[in-house]
């Protein structure tokens, strides 16, 4: 291909056309322009820079830029932690003869989810006395709330 059909030119409309004849705002539109200081890329023809000549003072010819704004923002991605490798303990062989110290709790890893926030396990069915049928959440419900109004009333 030759350079001459590849070359393009960007313009932007920079005016808006209230005010003016209807002939140049139907200009702007067949220019690919539906947006005040929008930007389009047409062909180097000259019909194109005949149209842009019959409405300088609603459009504007730019440079192209470089590169999209988009492209401008860093990309990243997010790795899920990774799980330090747990540390051995070692502890001296206990001998049977010497039982008279008080044995001292075993030090275990830190587990991977060591900051996780822990939520109490909730009250078992057969905790609550009834062992025959689980509640519905509807019931557990009326009874907390039950509980909540008795708790709230004046003890007289």
Known sequence: MSDKAQRTVRIKWIRSGIGFDHHQKRIVRSLGLGKLNQEVERPDTPQIRGLVAKVPHLVKIVEASKQAAWTLVPEYTIYPPAAAPAERVETAPESPA?????PEAPISAPS??????????LPSAEAAGDTATEKSGIERHAEIAGSAQEESKPEE
């Open 98 to 102: 010497v039982e008279t110290e008080k």
């Open 112 to 121: 991977a989810d060591a900051g996780a926030v822990r939520e109490p396990p």
